[in-house]
């Protein structure tokens, strides 16, 4: 009986203990275009360097023009995006929190809301140490009832890395994979065991479903960890992006059909996609998966721009029985929920989606998720070629021995082949 007790005690600890990892997203409906990155990059990645001049920029459109009380609290994570158990005063120098008082509302658009602002690091708050980070946003001093959360990093560049990316596979002959090489140079940079303070985290286009984690170096040499030839580090291809501009309510842009007036608001009716798994492979211009906000007839894209609803249309013969079908871009964070799930019509014979988003340029893939899997496949609708232009973020992290917090030394991004 005791043992069954100390059985059960271990189990719930366990459970209580466990940690859900940060990620970008929205947990208001009435918000919408979460931003985050550097300013003046409208489509870099939210990575900024410690003790520079760099600032980070961080907006949402709330759907009104009633007022509100919003706030934030910045939070130190693990490279696995946990909470750190490091407190405030290590990581920040200032307050934990501030309000957020720079906001505007949206001038002649069809759809009200208030465009609010705020920068990081401020008069109020600077970051001692480097790793990643989370904003949680709230309001009414609801800290715990967060509307929206961003994450980003920063990085104090310590170490190189060199990287190259390969269509031929040792896994595959059939030319839809990528495998991505590169080498960890430490150069000087004092580690006592690679092996176990180094951690490498890859992205391929900001995605999290197929991030890698947890790889183990090929082998090491000197000063040098090298992931050569690593099976872990073998990514789908996938295809270029769709893409399409909603700049304008007055005429159908790149990949739109046609806009139309639907009082009180617009709708853009997309181009109707087509199943590419049969085609050859196409290069084509694209910024992998990434948006930018703006608009044609207008000074202030932040609170000129207004928002359309999207319709989004593939036709298909038959449903996929064995799984979902997603959109896949960073206008939704790249996140596979019901806000992106594509619906099958039996009547046209088409899968069909409706998002609302604000003027601007936007990338997109469908992603097809098998039953009882978390991680998109873009091969099944958009065929899959080593040719494929993608973005390869490589992030290392280092916690020295004894350490309680993961440093972030290094973020290489490569898109060439």
Known sequence: ????????????????????????????????TLQVGLTGEKMGLPIMKL???????ISFDEMSHESHSFSYKVLHCNADWTPSTINTNEYLNGFTTGNITDYLTSINTT????????????????????????????????????????????????????ATIRGNTDSELSGKSQQLDFDVLLNGYSVRDPGSEIKVVVRQNNRIDNQVTDIKPTYLSGSKLSYINNGALIFEGGNEYHRFDISSVYAAGEGVDFIKYIQPHYDAFLVK???????????????????????????DDNTEADYMTVHFNLPTKQPFLNGQLYLGGEFNYNQLNDAVRMKYDNDSESYNQAILLK?????????????????????????SYWQTNNEYTIYVYHRPWGERYDKLICVKIIDQL
């Open 111 to 162: 759809y009200l809301y208030t465009h609010y602002t705020f920068q990081l690091p401020n008069n109020d708050l600077n970051f001692k140490i480097s790793g990643n980070y989370v904003v949680i946003i709230y309001e009414d001093n609801q800290a715990d009832k967060p509307i929206a959360q961003v994450c980003f990093s920063v990085v104090e560049p310590r170490i190189v890395v060199t």
């Open 1 to 32: 009986m005791k043992k069954t007790m100390l059985f059960c005690f271990l189990i719930l600890s366990l459970i209580a203990g466990a940690q859900t990892a940060y990620r970008t997203q929205i947990f208001y409906p009435n918000i919408k």
């Open 51 to 57: 003790n520079s001049s760099d600032i980070l920029q």
């Open 359 to 383: 003027q601007g340029g936007y990338n997109y893939q469908y992603w097809f998720v098998p039953k009882g899997q978390r991680k998109g496949s873009a091969e099944r609708v958009e065929g």
């Open 273 to 299: 996609d087509k199943i590419r798994t049969s085609r050859f492979y196409s290069s084509e211009k694209d910024v992998n998966g990434k948006f930018v906000i703006n608009m044609q007839e207008g000074q």
